[in-house]
């Protein structure tokens, strides 16, 4: 299960299967069409859908879906403050690097279900193929930090400092920007789950 914790909250949750699990950090698979769950209001609402100030008066629950987006695999470097995720267009090709900021993530296992819990900073960076790149959510990482009491960002100098050590290793297509995995294809029988499973919304240990 890779997580979002928000303030010792699920904010989102996948399942992910694990390519290789190594001393650079863990590599995962997420598939087209796997049941995840993400925080909303009661009304239904998602986080992106309404001024943060009234996000943060609101109460949440986890509402079930699906992963609609394309088939994405994920590095977790080992006790890096970023990950990066590679995306791949309709047809399966690599489209470009995610570089997802965020807290370290601790990982947890139950025996029957295990998982990552890390805590996401919102601002990302988006590296194409030919390395150029851009700040991603810039004015949603603006508009949150105006409420410290509230949001899980407690630095943001130290977000966008990490942002640019990644952006540096990019530029000259250092690993994980070299080509590695940019041709990854999962096994046909890597299908998505049905259903999350048993244990999917334990207690986070952030």
Known sequence: MHRNVRHG???????????L?????????????????????????????????????????????????????KFLPTGAAHS?????????RFAEWYVNLEEPGVRWDDGSVAGVDMIDQDLDVVVRPDRSWEWKDEEEFTERLAFP??????????????????????????????GTWCDFTPPADWTAPSELPAGWDRPPVR
């Open 9 to 19: 909250r699920i904010g989102w949750v996948r399942p992910a299967r694990v390519v």
């Open 21 to 73: 699990d190594d001393d650079r950090g863990l590599l995962l698979w997420v598939a087209r069409d796997s049941p995840v769950a993400h925080e909303v209001t009661e009304a239904g609402l998602g986080m992106r859908a309404m001024p943060f100030a009234e996000w943060v008066t609101s109460s949440y629950r986890l509402a079930r879906g699906r992963w609609n987006g394309p088939p994405v695999l």
């Open 84 to 92: 990066v995720w590679w995306f791949s267009d309709a047809r399966g």
């Open 149 to 178: 009491d509230h949001y899980w960002v407690p630095d943001p100098d130290a977000v966008r400092a990490e942002g640019k050590r990644v952006v540096a290793r990019a530029e000259t297509g250092e690993f994980p920007f070299d």
